[in-house]
């Protein structure tokens, strides 16, 4: 089990989604879009699944609710 990093488009920095999946889940999810809102920009990005990077685990200070807490 993981948890799917995305990069901001405006940034380029990259962020947790918070939605954790494994990677054989990950190449049978549809490719739709999926809004995640962006701790950097304070807005909702779209993304898709293929353009998501799974990462078995991140540092506490690369996570959402710690961000928003700064
Ligand atoms: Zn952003």
Redesign the pocket.
């Known amino acids: 089990m993981g948890v799917l990093l995305i990069k901001?488009?405006?940034?380029g920095r990259e962020f947790a989604t918070g939605i954790q999946v494994d990677a054989d889940t990950l190449s049978r999810v549809p490719q739709e879009l999926t809004h995640t809102h962006?701790p950097?920009?304070k807005?909702e990005?779209s993304w898709l699944p293929r353009e998501a990077k799974l990462v078995d685990a991140i540092p506490p200070g690369d996570w959402i609710e710690n961000q928003n807490r700064r």
């Open positions: 901001c488009p405006n940034t962006c950097y920009c807005v990005h």
